[in-house]
């Protein structure tokens, strides 16, 4: 059974930065093998792909929105994903999630666990 929980949001101003972390827990052995990511949601959103890192952190993925100012890494001994959050804008604001995702080359980059963490909150005021 997978457990997955982000912390590390908050209220920051438009320009600060935020470091998020997940946590997955029942994967001791597959963690390793699963390329990760993070998804967020903003209120009366749907929830949209943010960043990846593939399971060796080899490749790392981003949406345009979040390009060159987001950067996202993973430590594969502690079962951890990180989202380093620079340069904040108001449009950040949601409630972000992680997952392990699917990555293929010609289609979007999707989640692939079924459950989903509670999130963290992250709100920019400008």
């Known amino acids: 059974q997978v457990h997955l929980a982000e912390s590390g949001g908050g209220l920051v101003q438009v320009g600060g930065s935020l470091r998020l972390s997940c946590a997955a827990s029942?994967?001791?052995?597959?963690?390793?093998?699963?390329?990760m990511g993070w998804f967020r949601q903003a209120p009366g959103k749907e929830r949209e792909f943010v960043a990846a890192i593939s399971w060796n952190g080899a490749s790392t993925y981003y949406a345009d929105s979040v390009k060159d100012r987001f950067t996202i890494s993973r430590d594969n001994a502690e079962g951890t994903v990180h989202l380093q959050m620079n340069s904040l804008k108001p449009d950040d604001t949601a409630v972000y999630y992680c997952?392990?995702?699917?990555?293929?080359?010609?289609?979007?980059?999707?989640?692939?666990?079924?459950?989903w963490g509670q999130g963290t909150q992250v709100t920019v005021s400008s």
């Open positions: 029942g994967l001791t052995f597959t963690f390793p093998y699963h390329n």
């Open positions: 997952n392990a995702v699917n990555i293929w080359a010609s289609r979007p980059i999707s989640p692939s666990f079924n459950s």
